[in-house]
């Protein structure tokens, strides 16, 4: 069965700080592809990165950056001098292959605020 | 227009009425997917069509009705709704490339209000 497990309901941190979202994934397959979105409150789902499974390099893209560490199933993402603008839901999602198709399962999103 | 379009954004109906909704990609993916977000809940996947063809519909209420004429629109027939049905339906689109993962690039939602 696929799972993902964001922990973290609800997130406050003040402007400047860093923060991590944490990922943990439940596969039994050896290919997969964890993903991150970050949904506003505008509604869309924004993509953030794409990683696959014989990749476990980390990743950093301007302030965020991603730890990816398959012994512990955690696919881990900090925003690094967070921002106003940083405040919404961010989703992790894991994919996986129902028949002919790849799918996604998504966490249940972590609410970040970032105050001024 | 680029991305993923949906229209409408907002949108009020009646347990009696019929409305579909419709969204639109410019990407040129071959995949489109629905998705169900409702409050306090995870993402839910509806139906997906890949190169036109529905692949998985995860026993969703025959009163959510797909349709796919083509590879870039897609609509989602509603009739009979329930207000446990408002919810905000989001459209996705990929490249479905057999064994390989694609990103799947979202729509803005359709604001689903059912009195």
């Known amino acids: 069965a696929q799972k993902v497990t964001q922990a973290q309901t609800e997130i406050s941190v003040v402007e400047k700080e860093d923060v991590t979202l944490d990922c943990v994934y439940e596969?039994?397959?050896?290919?997969?592809?964890l993903f991150w979105y970050k949904q506003p409150p505008s509604g869309e789902l924004v993509f953030l990165i794409r990683r696959n499974s014989f990749d476990e390099q980390n990743e950093i893209s301007g302030r965020y950056s991603w730890n990816f560490q398959k012994s512990t199933s955690s696919f881990n993402f900090t925003i690094t001098a967070s921002q106003v603008v940083d405040s919404a839901v961010y989703f992790c999602?894991?994919?996986?292959?129902?028949?002919?198709?790849?799918?996604?399962?998504f966490g249940s999103g972590t609410q970040l605020t970032v105050l001024p | 227009e680029t991305g993923v379009t949906q229209t409408p954004r907002h949108l009020v109906m009646g347990m009696t009425n019929k409305k579909s909704l419709k969204c639109e990609q410019h990407?040129?993916?071959?995949?489109m997917y629905w998705y169900k977000q409702s409050a306090k809940k995870p993402l839910e996947l509806m139906f997906v069509?890949?190169?036109?063809?529905?692949?998985e519909n995860n026993s969703v209420p025959s009163r959510f009705s797909p349709e796919c004429p083509n590879s870039s629109h897609l609509f989602l027939h509603l009739h009979t709704l329930q207000p446990e049905d408002s919810a905000l339906y989001l459209c996705?689109?990929?490249?479905?490339?057999?064994?390989?993962?694609?990103?799947?690039?979202f729509g803005p939602g359709t604001r689903l209000t059912v009195l």
């Open positions: 596969t039994r397959d050896t290919t997969y592809y």
């Open positions: 990407l040129g993916h071959n995949a």
């Open positions: 069509y890949s190169l036109e063809e529905r692949v």
């Open positions: 996705a689109s990929s490249q479905d490339k057999r064994g390989v993962t694609d990103t799947q690039y």
């Open positions: 999602a894991l994919s996986y292959l129902s028949g002919s198709a790849r799918q996604l399962t």
